[in-house]
T-cell receptor, first 113, second 115 residues
């Protein structure tokens, strides 16, 4: 079974802190994604990566950056956390090569106070 | 631009009753279509998918969905709902030729199940 893990299930940070959210997949998947999920808004794509050191902006990249130094790991970085970044963050991966079936991690619920 | 609409934000059904969750998409051609389920506090799990062929697809947990090209719809159904089906359901589309496996998600339908 594909496994996508996220470093924390719950995280509380203060405004202005730098926050790292880590995602690791164990199936040698090519593409990885970061979403945020808010009530009534569904999932919105922040960034995705289709290869090591490659990244593409999604629909809402402002305030976020990403890093993919190794194929299995995709990090989401909040350079200076703000209260409007309080949300559920979901990571997903797909094998690539025309596959669209995304495998999701359990999510990290981030609260910024 | 492509979009996915789930008209029902919240649905409540009685245990044992049938269920239909609606999904409409806006796209010029037939996209790849998906339904995901999210239990409280969890990530998303794929229920079923449609790429081509038979327009009625079977998924896990007794769910099925029917693709209707004329209505641009991909509605999810279950003949008899169980209390454990209470969750949020997301419809998603992937345009053919879309870059890098991106999906467009609907805003979700929350399902509550009455005993």
């Amino acid at each position: 079974d594909v496994k996508v893990t996220q470093s924390s299930r719950y995280l509380v940070k203060r405004t202005g802190e730098k926050v790292f959210l880590e995602c690791v997949q164990d199936m040698d998947h090519e593409n990885m994604f970061w979403y945020r999920q808010d009530p009534g808004l569904g999932l919105r794509l922040i960034y995705f990566s289709y290869d090591v050191k490659m990244k593409e902006k999604g629909d809402i990249p402002e305030g976020y950056s990403v890093s993919r130094e190794k194929k299995e790991r995709f990090s989401l970085i909040l350079e200076s956390a703000s209260t409007n970044q309080t949300s559920m963050y979901l990571c997903a991966s797909i094998p690539g090569g025309g596959s669209y079936e995304q495998y999701f991690g359990p999510g990290t619920r981030l609260t910024v106070t | 631009a492509q979009s996915v609409t789930q008209p029902d934000i919240h649905i409540t059904v009685s245990e044992g009753a049938s269920l239909e969750l609606r999904c409409n998409y806006s796209y010029g051609a037939t996209p790849y279509l998906f339904w995901y389920v999210q239990s409280p506090g969890q990530g998303l799990q794929l229920l079923l998918k449609y790429f081509s062929g038979d327009t009625l697809v079977q998924g896990i947990k007794g769910f099925e969905a029917e693709f209707k090209r004329s209505q641009s719809s991909f509605n999810l159904r279950k003949p008899s709902v169980h209390w454990s089906d209470a969750a949020e359901y997301f419809c998603a589309v992937a345009p053919h030729g879309g870059s890098q496996g991106n999906l467009i998600f609907g805003k979700g339908t929350k399902l509550s199940v009455k005993p």
